[in-house]
């Protein structure tokens, strides 16, 4: 396998948006992925913000991750976690996620980072990485992060639930808890 470099997206990245936003669309037609489609636009924001992730195997992409802001930065989400099908179970989504961890922590020290998932293999890396499994009323109530979910395959679940439960496993790293 071709050498993989995981990076801090920036605006030199911009010319991968299209890939990206092609796997992450390809992924959430899967009904069991839980994962809310991303336009181009959106994931070019999210570079020129320092806020994405990007792992590239040579000039392909390979991966994707970005950060979302919540409540005035109390919160943020470690979103849209993709690995490409050619570069799976080489645990490249674990060193993704681990600079996207990074990333939220010296961007927001204080914020508690979270996440949805329906996925056991990012269940297991947030766990490692010392996230715990929540409540959905342990997680933002800012209704523009649940307004994300609209493009999820399993947003009729939600929207049922009354955004209390859903397919996807709520989980949350608190750096207060840490500290004790």
Not at 141 to 166: H, P, T, V
Request: proline letters at 3%; aromatic letters at 10%; one cysteine or more.
């Amino acid at each position: 396998m071709t050498d993989i470099q995981v990076l801090r997206a920036t605006s030199e990245h911009e010319q991968y948006a299209q890939a990206i936003s092609d796997l992450i669309y390809q992924a959430s037609k899967d009904k069991d992925a839980g994962l809310a489609q991303r336009a181009p636009n959106y994931i070019i924001n999210k570079m020129r913000e320092g806020k994405a992730v990007i792992a590239l195997a040579g000039s392909e992409v390979a991966g994707f991750c970005y950060i979302e802001t919540w409540q005035h930065g109390k919160f943020v989400a470690n979103s849209g976690l993709i690995v490409s099908p050619n570069y799976r179970g080489a645990g490249l989504a674990k060193r993704i996620k681990q600079e996207a961890f990074n990333l939220s922590r010296d961007l927001f020290p204080q914020a508690k980072l979270f996440g949805l998932t329906t996925s056991e293999s990012v269940m297991k890396i947030n766990n490692d990485l010392g996230y715990r499994p929540v409540s959905y009323a342990k997680l933002t109530d800012d209704d523009a992060f649940w307004k994300g979910c609209e493009s999820c395959a399993n947003y009729d679940i939600l929207q049922r639930m009354e955004r209390k439960i859903c397919l996807c496993t709520g989980m949350i790293y608190d750096p207060d808890e840490k500290k004790e």
